[in-house]
Structure formats: C-alpha cells, structure tokens
Nanobody, 115 residues
C-alpha cells in the first residue's frame, strides 16, 4: 500500500557529492524504519543506512562519516546525502520502508562513481 519512487541516481566523479531521494505515496511518519540498501554487481544487497521513526540513525562502517540519511516528513521523502564518493560505492541503491508486518521497496536507482 506504500509506493516508493526513487528519482535520484546518476553518474558522479570520485570525491563528488550526490543526493538520493525516495518519495512515498503516503505519510512516512508511522513507518518504523526506513533505509537505503545497495547492491553492486556480483555482491549481495547490503544495508547502507537507516533511520527510525524516532530519528535514530545508523550507517554501515563503509559509509559512516560520508553518507547521511534524513527524512522530510512534510514531503513524505527519504534522502541519502552521499559525500566523498568512491568507485566502490557504485551500485544500485534501493529505498526501503519497514512497517513491521510488511516491507516496501523502491524500484532502485543506479549510482555510478567513475572518473
């Protein structure tokens, strides 16, 4: 019952910034946790960062200090601000909303970090 649309993604040079967004079809205020996952070619999907309804965040060690997850409740939108991007950050990034009983995924957006 929740649609997640990811209009972000794109090509960026190493060291550059990029912001991903995830727009939900309904209010996200009651979603227990929202997060960003990524999957690189030949790799398993991994959690990048997550934010709980109370605002508590966590991030993978590989991106901690470089990526920041945030929400705009008024816009029903989740963001991932990515700074100091590295080639190893190249992956398809997926927005996720966990309502406990159900789990919703965005369609995925390609992020390519290359010179």
């Amino acid at each position: 019952q929740v649609q997640l649309v990811e209009p972000g993604g794109g090509l960026v040079q190493p060291g550059g910034p990029l912001r991903l967004s995830c727009a939900a079809s309904r209010s996200i205020v009651r979603i227990y946790v929202m997060g960003w996952y990524r999957q690189a070619p030949g790799k398993q999907r991994e959690l990048v960062a997550a934010i709980r309804s109370g605002g508590i965040t966590n991030a993978a060690d590989s991106v901690k200090g470089r990526f920041t997850i945030s929400r705009d409740i008024a816009k029903n939108t989740l963001y991932l601000q990515m700074n100091s991007l590295k080639p190893e950050d190249t992956a398809v990034y997926y927005c996720n909303g966990d309502l406990g009983a159900r789990n919703y995924w965005g369609q995925g957006t390609q992020v390519t970090v290359s010179s």
